[in-house]
């Protein structure tokens, strides 16, 4: 499993660089991971809230939100969500929120 | 590149059997004639070290080299194993016929391989022939199962050295066919060179537990442990069916409860549980519509009830067994009168075709497509429709499980004759439609670089189709829809058309059928469809 050094520390990656182990998440691996996403400088209330909006709704329900139902819950709209996070919600937010690859046909 | 390709170049140790060079794939159309990057990734030294890619540079499963010649024999002898077992009428009962079939009756006369798009795209690299792995497979069979003699092995041409390099490539080359059975199709004597395809991956996943990621672990085993391979559980799919009926409200302006559960119903449709949470529109549309027609229907929220997805039916038996077991319990417990699947090809031939082997006593539930319903719906006149709200050039895309497989092929045209003014086919379709490029678990095998062979040569005959199909409006101002009534083909034309930059470049959407119905129904206020990327 390779291994990505984040903010000084090392974190279980996949292929693709999301986070293996869900528990080893803090918002300094978020912090640090921006960088990596080519997010300039300190992450900011907006990117936070959408953060947090995720992994609230992950230790809901186990999934990452639907889209529609994050640009809904937050009032972002998804072009909101590519200036926040330059590669989406899926690749860009989930990943920094710590949440695995999206799974089945989606 | 290699084009001459001698058997010896699969089974040396070190080096890449081929590589693909961009100049050699088959044109695309303009503005996608001209591309600046390599189409493949390279992968990183790091990587390198872990996963073999000495196919052809690219990796679906990704084999660790061995780290002793006893862990190599013990691989080699695994995997003989496993061969033996694909000709033991009790382990292969349910495919041992057309496999022997295939293997003793192929007289290589390569008519199928200008029918396969992925050698076609790939500049025609003799390792994507659909000819190679029945090759290879004959060769394994003749010296290590039926252990020929030497002699008889030279005259036949058919010797292989058998080593962990050659069975690593074998691995990542049966992921390199869709299983669309174009070649099948065209075979003078019926083989089914996917089939073999098949087998091989069966040995892998059956017998070696080695399979890609995202159809093992994160696929079937999740779905079956879960309830869907999205990971989504009862509770998430509650959650999303709240937020769903809020969005047919807000488009619609009706109230519509969706049925959960319900005993007794008429229909439990099962859709692929990709579209609740990718494209929810999907299952709107498909509640608008059986709404608006008064059917007495159904989904469910048990284990794999409420997913329609089957990944065992490309690549293991076992886990094909179990879930479509799990479904048809969902529907017994219900007492409908009938399954009907929503749009998703693999599971139409999952659930209805292939689920006939496994299915016993009061498992056996009458198992539908939901096209005709729809066809019957939308003919009928129950529903009034306005065709002129779609009148923008709409292309079908054809599953290869419904029509090729299933001969499903008038249903969803007749529907779209009759509501979409500026229909045009594709060339070829219908049954010899060409695959998507993400068919057989290709367009959620997210890792490493595969999607970036997928985008390039698997779908590439399928992106040239679909340019071909919109040349009298090629631009991004004249918005153009590719009606696609599969989930797996849907997320592969969204990571297509995102990888060649299609909905800035030339304005083409994707989506599945019933959202065009729905968009079409002439008392609504508003159009349906919402032309944004997503």
Request: charged share 25%; proline share 6%; hydrophobic share 35%.
């Amino acid at each position: 499993m390779p291994q990505l050094e984040v903010g000084g520390k090392s974190y279980e990656v996949d292929e693709d660089g999301f986070l293996q182990e869900l528990d080893k998440w803090g918002r300094d691996f978020a912090q640090g991971y921006a960088t990596i996403e080519g997010i300039e400088g300190e992450l900011t209330e907006e990117h936070w809230k959408l953060i947090d909006y995720i992994r609230e709704y992950y230790a809901q329900f186990g999934i990452a939100p639907m889209i529609r139902k994050m640009c809904k819950d937050t009032g972002f709209d998804l072009k909101k969500i590519y200036t926040l996070f330059p590669s989406g919600p899926a690749k860009g937010a989930c990943k920094l929120a710590g949440l695995s690859k999206p799974t089945g046909c989606v | 590149m290699k084009k001459n390709f001698h058997i010896d170049d699969f089974t040396h140790p070190g080096g890449q059997v081929t590589e693909l060079d961009p100049a050699e794939l088959s044109p695309l159309p303009p503005p996608y004639d001209k591309r600046e990057k390599p189409p493949i990734r390279k992968l990183t030294d790091e990587q390198s070290t872990r996963m073999d890619a000495s196919l052809d540079g690219v990796v679906a499963i990704g084999l660790t080299p061995p780290k002793s010649p006893e862990e190599e024999k013990a691989f080699i002898d695994k995997f003989l194993a496993g061969i033996e077992k694909l000709f033991s009428t009790d382990d292969n009962w349910t495919f041992l016929q057309p496999l022997v079939h295939t293997l003793e009756y192929c007289v290589k006369c390569q008519i199928c391989s200008d029918a396969c798009p992925v050698y076609v795209s790939s500049g025609r690299q003799d390792i994507y022939r659909p000819t190679m792995r029945p090759e290879l497979f004959r060769r394994i069979v003749s010296t290590y199962i039926k252990k020929e003699h030497p002699l008889l092995r030279k005259i036949k041409d058919s010797d292989i050295d058998l080593n962990w390099q050659t069975l690593a490539r074998l691995g990542e080359l049966a992921y390199r066919c869709t299983l669309c059975r174009r070649c099948a199709q065209v075979c003078p004597l019926s083989c089914d060179n996917a089939l073999i395809s098949r087998e091989i991956r069966k040995v892998f996943s059956q017998q070696m537990g080695i399979a890609p990621k995202e159809i093992h672990e994160k696929g079937s085993v999740q779905q079956l442990r879960v309830g869907s391979s999205t990971g989504m559980t009862p509770a998430a799919l509650r959650n999303i069916l709240e937020f769903a009926e809020e969005e047919i409200e807000e488009k619609t302006g009706r109230k519509i409860k969706i049925p959960v559960d319900k005993k007794g119903a008429d229909i439990l449709l099962i859709h692929n549980a990709g579209e609740f949470i990718a494209w929810p529109e999907n299952l709107e549309a498909f509640a608008i519509i059986l709404d608006a027609a008064g059917v007495d229907w159904t989904l469910s929220t048990e284990i794999a009830g409420y997913d329609s997805v089957n990944y065992g039916v490309w690549y293991d038996d076992f886990q094909f067994a179990r879930v479509a077991i799990r479904q048809s319990q969902a529907a017994r417990a219900l007492g409908v009168r009938k399954i009907s699947l929503g749009e998703c090809g693999h599971a139409h031939k999952a659930g209805i075709v292939v689920a006939d082997r496994v299915l016993v006593g009061d498992l056996i539930i009458p198992r539908e497509s939901s096209l005709p319903l729809l066809e019957e719906i939308v003919l009928s006149g129950r529903i009034k429709f306005d065709p002129s709200r779609n009148h923008f050039p709409v292309t079908l895309h054809d599953p290869c499980n419904m029509v090729r497989l299933m001969g499903i092929v008038e249903p969803q045209r007749r529907i779209l004759r009759k509501i979409c003014p500026q229909f045009r086919e594709m060339t070829p379709h219908g049954v010899e439609n060409y695959c998507c490029g993400g068919g057989s678990g290709f367009a959620i095998t997210q890792s490493t670089n595969f999607p970036d062979w997928r985008n390039s040569v698997s779908g590439r005959m399928k992106m040239k189709q679909i340019l071909e199909a919109f040349q009298d409006a090629p631009g991004p101002e004249v918005k153009k829809y590719v009606c696609a009534p599969c989930s797996n083909c849907k997320g592969q034309f969204r990571d297509m058309f995102e990888y060649y930059d299609v909905w800035e470049k030339s304005g083409i959407l994707y989506g599945g059928l019933v959202e065009l119905i729905v968009n079409a129904m002439a008392d609504l206020k508003k159009p349906f469809i919402q032309w944004e990327w997503h």
